[in-house]
């Protein structure tokens, strides 16, 4: 029982400084925010602060690292606990949840697209999907069969989800999460000239 409560009192400590991050990191920039500010803001004195990060860098990398486990879990369920080859279904089935997750988390992923280097974390999720393409690449795909080489076939794949979602985030996220998925799956599907209505 009693470490139950500290449990929750970590939980919810950790909340108060996730929040309070994200407050001042859109009002103040990465930058200028200090220990302080955060104590201040989640309503913490500074040494409960470092007994769970070393300093603001380390709770950077770990909000940063929260938000790319949802990706990651996403992939997974969808990738490695199916085992399924790509199909026609599966590149709208991940983008719509993918796109969901996004939404739930706007206000932080804008937040991080926007402030500390501006393109660092794009950057990063670009990276970790690549990545994570590339690894695991031989479940969704007979390379025996592949018209182009598989890393530019990924990179492709890759811009299009991460440069999609900057723009839904950036246009104030209009459509749904599946209606932007279905925009997805006719540019990846197919491609950006049937989208153009330059064939049928």
């Given at each position: 029982?009693?470490?139950?409560?500290?449990?929750?009192?970590?939980?919810?400590?950790?909340?108060?400084?996730?929040?309070?991050?994200?407050?001042?990191i859109q009002e103040k920039g990465f930058e200028?925010?200090?220990?302080?500010?955060?104590?201040?803001?989640?309503?913490?004195?500074?040494?409960?602060?470092?007994?769970?990060?070393?300093?603001?860098?380390?709770?950077?990398?770990?909000?940063?690292?929260?938000l790319l486990q949802g990706v990651a879990e996403?992939?997974?369920?969808?990738?490695?606990?199916?085992?399924?080859?790509?199909?026609?279904?599966?590149?709208?089935?991940?983008?719509?949840?993918?796109?969901?997750?996004?939404?739930?988390?706007?206000?932080?992923?804008?937040?991080?697209?926007?402030?500390?280097?501006?393109?660092?974390?794009?950057?990063?999720?670009?990276?970790?999907?690549?990545?994570?393409?590339?690894?695991?690449?031989?479940?969704?795909?007979?390379?025996?069969?592949?018209?182009?080489?598989?890393?530019?076939?990924?990179?492709?794949i890759t811009n299009a989800h991460v440069g999609?979602?900057?723009?839904?985030?950036?246009?104030?996220?209009?459509?749904?999460?599946?209606?932007?998925?279905?925009?997805?799956?006719?540019?990846?599907?197919?491609?950006?000239?049937?989208?153009?209505?330059?064939?049928?």
């Open positions: 029982m009693v470490n139950d409560k500290k449990d929750l009192r970590t939980i919810k400590t950790k909340r108060a400084i996730d929040a309070a991050f994200t407050k001042l200028a925010m200090t220990i302080k500010d955060i104590a201040e803001e989640a309503v913490i004195n500074r040494g409960t602060f470092y007994k769970h990060y070393l300093d603001k860098y380390d709770l950077l990398e770990s909000y940063e690292n929260a996403i992939l997974t369920r969808n990738i490695e606990e199916k085992q399924n080859p790509l199909s026609m279904g599966m590149p709208k089935k991940i983008a719509t949840q993918m796109f969901e997750y996004v939404d739930e988390n706007a206000d932080k992923i804008i937040t991080l697209f926007n402030n500390h280097g501006g393109n660092q974390f794009e950057h990063k999720v670009r990276t970790y999907m690549y990545d994570y393409y590339q690894t695991h690449s031989y479940m969704l795909v007979d390379e025996t069969k592949l018209r182009v080489d598989r890393s530019y076939l990924i990179a492709y999609l979602m900057r723009t839904w985030l950036e246009t104030g996220r209009k459509e749904s999460s599946e209606a932007l998925a279905d925009i997805l799956e006719i540019l990846t599907v197919k491609g950006p000239f049937y989208a153009a209505g330059l064939i049928d």
